[in-house]
């Protein structure tokens, strides 16, 4: 058999395929829709993940469709600048000192192109809808009736996984109390607010947001009250940008959209011969960036595992019949190492993403901190220490 199948064509997903193909190990992605989703979603891109697309030959193509960060701010809503934050303190831990803004809609392209190109194939409108274990391998039954079958499958089919729920492995966590608006809008901000850097976090206990500059617009991100219709919240959104900063006019608008935020990690992200990566196996609020970096932290750790332990074809065609326990031992083996890899991700999921992403929205909402965050951004020391934490650098090595 000696393929792998991967449910799901967005970054991460993508990300594990072109992974294994690098690695020599066939692919098949399944993707439910008629081709990769165009919505902009995650927009950042920290320095351990440019350091893993680096390795699988794309980051030269994501940089030039992208814009790079090198700093970030933290802003009082009525007092202006706080602190400013400069990556190039981790100069010395990775190649990448800066964060590079770009819409994922721009990456997964890129990555599909570098799949097929690999010898992967990426197969579309093949929604999966039933899991089912073969003992040595795993086989996936479409909507539409197909079926396809491999030694392992990766579910990167999002926060509403197919893959999780046919496996029943319980997807537990929280519900923020409010609705996140996001925004995308025609406006030069760095001419509406002096000294704006290309990331924003925006402090005010009654209405935090956060401001981003991607190549194609500014980002605003506002949070949303439960409990009233969206038309409702949309309708209110000229009015609430004007109080962000006014140019004399409603801002240009491009499109905007409200979401439910969650914190919620699955139960395992292992089960037999299926891993979870990626918003199938956590998912966590946006302020610090932290979802699709460590999904597709994810989908490289675990496909690479399944690249290193996964027999070639020719050593399979050279086990001879007397061998087949011991053939049974190597896939235990494998397995073991497999789900090792799966485990370690989710006590990062745990005790990286999960605990700062949260801290991150705590800290939007509290007043007094700002003699604490300058004090931070003057202490390259104490500053290395909070951005290896804050990119995932400290949760990928010792």
């Not at 496996?167 to 109390?177: H, S």
């Not at 074809?313 to 890899?341: L, T």
């Not at 991150?360 to 500053?383: I, K, Q, T, V």
């Amino acid at each position: 058999m000696r393929r792998v199948l991967v449910a799901g064509a967005g970054p991460v997903g993508l990300a594990a395929a072109l992974t294994l193909a690098r690695g020599g190990v066939p692919v098949t992605v399944l993707e439910a829709g008629a081709g990769l989703a165009g919505e902009s979603r995650a927009s950042t891109f920290h320095p351990p993940t440019l350091e893993m697309l680096a390795s699988l030959g794309v980051l030269d193509e994501l940089m030039t469709r992208g814009l790079v960060a090198r700093t970030f701010q933290y802003r009082d809503r009525r007092g202006g600048p706080i602190a400013t934050l400069d990556l190039s303190v981790l100069a010395g831990d990775t190649p990448y000192p800066f964060r590079v803004q770009c819409e994922q809609s721009k990456l997964t392209p890129i990555l599909c192109e570098h799949v097929v190109r690999h010898g992967g194939e990426v197969l579309f409108g093949q929604e999966v809808a039933q899991v089912t274990a073969l003992g040595d391998g795993v086989r996936v039954t479409a909507a539409g009736g197909g079926r396809f079958s491999g030694d392992w499958l990766i579910g990167a089919d999002g926060a509403h996984s197919a893959v999780r729920r046919s496996l029943g492995i319980p997807f537990e966590g929280r519900t923020y109390p409010e609705r996140f608006l996001v925004a995308s809008v025609h406006e030069d901000l760095e001419a509406l607010l002096p000294g704006l850097a290309p990331i924003n976090y925006v402090f005010d206990p009654d209405e935090w947001l956060v401001l981003l500059r991607t190549p194609d617009h500014w980002r605003v991100l506002l949070p949303t009250p439960d409990g009233s219709a969206d038309d409702e919240e949309l309708a209110r959104l000229p009015a609430r940008l004007r109080a962000v900063a006014d140019p004399g006019r409603d801002w240009r608008v491009a499109h905007a959209s409200l979401y439910r935020v969650h914190q919620r990690v699955a139960a395992r992200f292992v089960a037999g011969r299926v891993l979870l990566a990626g918003d199938a196996a956590h998912v966590n609020n946006p302020l610090g960036g932290l979802g699709m970096n460590s999904g597709i932290h994810d989908a490289v750790l675990m496909a690479s595992s399944l690249v290193d332990e996964m027999p070639s074809d020719e050593a399979r065609a050279g086990r001879a019949p007397a061998g087949e326990a011991a053939s049974g031992e190597a896939a235990s083996g494998e397995a073991a190492a497999v789900g090792a890899v799966a485990a370690r991700r989710r006590e990062v999921a745990l005790d990286h993403v999960q605990a700062i992403s949260h801290g991150n929205w705590a800290r939007m909402r509290a007043p007094g901190r700002h003699e604490e965050l300058r004090a931070l951004a003057a202490d390259p020391a104490a500053a290395r220490a909070y951005l290896l934490r804050a990119c995932l650098i400290s949760a990928l090595r010792p």
